[in-house]
C-alpha cells in the first residue's frame, strides 16, 4: 500500500493545531510538530517558544531577514513574532519547569498506555538525545504526542511497555496520529477520535493495548 | 582590569591537556568560533568539554571531535553530528547525555555556589540511575549536581573593556550560565568597545565573571538555513 507520508504528516499537524486554545503559550518540538505552526489559525493569538531562549517564534525569514543569530531549537533560521522576548537557556527551562508553558507537542518513537514515553535513542543504533524533552514533559501542562499510528515496518508504535529508554514515566495525556486521537487515563487509553474512517477494531489491530471506547 | 588578546591562539594559554571546558553555544549559534579553533590549532587533547551540542561535523566543537582532542563530553543534543554519534556508538568517546534544562541549571548553580538541586527531568529513566530521587509534594524529583570548570569559553555580540557583556538575540543561550561557571573566563566578542559606553541597563553578563577578551571576526555559519518560500 502506498502511503503519502506528506498528507500523513499533514493530517497530523492540522489535528494537532486544534489542541491549542488562543492566549496558549506553546512549545513544538524538533520536526513534524514544528510544522504544526504552518496551520495555526489566525484567530488564535499563541505565543510560540523556542527552549534556546525565544518566545514568539516568528515565521521563516526572507532571504534579506535571515540571521545566523536567530534560530529556533531545530536551529532554523527563523524570526521573531511581535512581542517576542529573548533570554537565556535557563531562563527557558525555568518557566517550562515552572508549568508556565500551556502545551508541548513532540514526537515519539513509542508511547505506553501508562502515559510512559521514548523519543531519545535506540540503544546501538542511534543516540539523538533528549534535548529539551526530558524538562518539557514534566513541565508543561499539557503533553501531546504526534506521530504515525504505527512504525515503517507496520508494528504499534502506541505500546503496553515501551522497549527503548524512557523520556518520561506517565507524562503524556493525548496521542495523536495519523489515524486517530486517544487519551491516557487512569482506565487506560481511551480512544477518542477515528481521524481516517477505520473503525474501532482496525484502530485496535493497530494498537497493542486495549482501548477504550469512548 | 581585564587581559585584552589580539590573538585566538595567545588567549588560550594556560589551558592544559586534560582541562573541563564549559563553551556556550546552541548549535552552532553564538559559538566562539575563533576560539575553539585555536585549540584545534594548538591540539590540547583529553578534554573534557560541557556544551550544549558539539557542533556539526566540520565546524564549531566538532573540529576538537574529528581530531581526537576530546575524551568526554557533556551534552544535551547529539543531533545530525554523524561524527559524533559514530564515535559514540562506538565507545570512542565517553558521554554523558543531560536533559537540556538539567544541564542549563547544573551550570547556572555551578557558577551561583549552589552544589545540587531536584529537578523532575529524567524521573523514572536512564538519566535518574544511581542518583538521588526524593518527593517534595506526592512527586518525584532527582538531585543533579552543579557543573564548574578549569575554563568557559563564551561568545558575546558586545563587550567592553570591563568584562560586561550583550549577547544578541537566540545567540545568547547557555552563554550567561557559563560565562560565570568557569574558573576562568575567556569571552570573544564580536564588538569591543570602551567600558562607561555600554547602557548598564542592558548589560547581560557583569563583567565580574570575565577574565580574558578578544574582539574577533566570526563566520556566523548557519546550521539549518530556512526561508520562506518566495
Redesign the interface.
Known amino acids: 500500500m502506498a502511503v503519502d507520508r506528506k498528507a500523513m504528516r499533514e493530517t497530523i499537524a492540522r489535528r494537532a493545531e486544534k489542541e491549542i486554545q488562543s492566549g496558549d503559550y506553546v512549545n513544538l518540538g524538533i520536526g513534524m510538530p514544528t510544522m504544526v505552526a504552518n496551520y495555526l489559525s489566525e484567530d488564535k493569538q499563541v505565543m510560540l517558544q523556542s527552549e534556546n531562549g525565544l518566545l514568539g517564534i516568528g515565521p521563516y525569514p526572507s532571504e534579506e531577514e535571515l540571521d545566523p543569530d536567530l534560530i529556533n531549537a531545530g536551529k532554523e533560521t527563523v524570526t521573531a513574532a511581535k512581542g517576542a522576548a529573548y533570554f537565556s537557556s535557563a531562563e527557558s527551562f525555568a518557566m517550562i519547569r515552572g508549568e508556565h508553558i500551556d502545551v508541548a507537542i513532540l514526537g515519539g518513537m513509542e508511547v505506553a498506555e501508562n502515559g510512559d514515553l521514548a523519543n531519545w535513542m535506540i540503544p546501538g543504533k542511534m543516540i539523538k538525545g533528549m534535548g529539551g524533552a526530558m524538562d518539557l514533559v514534566h513541565g508543561a501542562k499539557k503533553v501531546i504526542i504526534i506521530m504515525d499510528h504505527v512504525s515503517r515496518n507496520g508494528t504499534p508504535k502506541i505500546v503496553k511497555e515501551c522497549s527503548l529508554p524512557l523520556t518520561g514515566k506517565g507524562v503524556v495525556d493525548r496521542i495523536i496520529t495519523d489515524r486517530a486521537v486517544l487519551d491516557v487515563t487512569d482506565k487506560g487509553l481511551v480512544l477518542k477520535e477515528i481521524l481516517d474512517g477505520s473503525s474501532f477494531e482496525e484502530i485496535q489491530e493497530a494498537t497493542e493495548p486495549e482501548l477504550i471506547k469512548e | 582590569m581585564k587581559q585584552i588578546f589580539s590573538s585566538p591562539d595567545e588567549i588560550i594559554e594556560g589551558i592544559e591537556d586534560g582541562a573541563t571546558i564549559l563553551v556556550g553555544g ?5 559559538i566562539p568560533e575563533n576560539v575553539i579553533q585555536a585549540l584545534v590549532r594548538k591540539g590540547t587533547k583529553h578534554l573534557t568539554i560541557v556544551s ?1 551540542n558539539c557542533g556539526v561535523d566540520d565546524w564549531g566543537l566538532g573540529l576538537l571531535l574529528e581530531k581526537k582532542q576530546i575524551d568526554k563530553i557533556y ?5 545530525e553530528n554523524k561524527e559524533f ?1 559514530r564515535q ?2 562506538n565507545g570512542e568517546l565517553e ?1 554523558e ?1 543531560v ?7 547544573r ?2 548553580a555551578g557558577g551561583a555556589g549552589i552544589p545540587a538541586f531536584y ?9 535518574a540511575e544511581g542518583k538521588e530521587v526524593r518527593k517534595f509534594d506526592g512527586r518525584e524529583y532527582v538531585l543533579e549536581q552543579a557543573i564548574t570548570g578549569d575554563v568557559s569559553i563564551v561568545r558575546a ?1 558586545t563587550g567592553d573593556t570591563y568584562g560586561n557583556l550583550i ?11 557559563i560565562a560565570a561557571a568557569g574558573r576562568t573566563t575567556i569571552a570573544e566578542v564580536e564588538h569591543l568597545v570602551e567600558a562607561g559606553t555600554l547602557d548598564p541597563h542592558h548589560i ?1 553578563t557583569p563583567g565580574i565573571y570575565v577574565n580574558r577578551m578578544i574582539e574577533a571576526e566570526q563566520e ?9 518560500e ?1
Do not use: D, W
Not at chain 2, 551534552?75 to 543531533?79: D, E, H, L, Q, R
Not at chain 2, 536533559?99 to 541549571?105: F, N, R
Not at chain 2, 556566523?220 to 520562506?228: I, P
Open positions: 546552541f548549535g552552532l549559534c553564538g550544549n551534552a544535551s543534543y547529539v543531533g554519534e559514540v556508538i558521554v547525555l536533559p537540556q534544562g538539567t544541564l542549563a541549571e551550570l547556572r529537578t523532575p527531568a529524567g524521573v523514572g529513566t536512564k538519566i555580540h549577547y544578541r538575540k537566540t545567540a545568547q543561550n547557555f552563554n550567561p550560565m547581560h556566523n555559519r548557519v546550521e539549518r538555513r530556512t526561508v520562506k518566495a
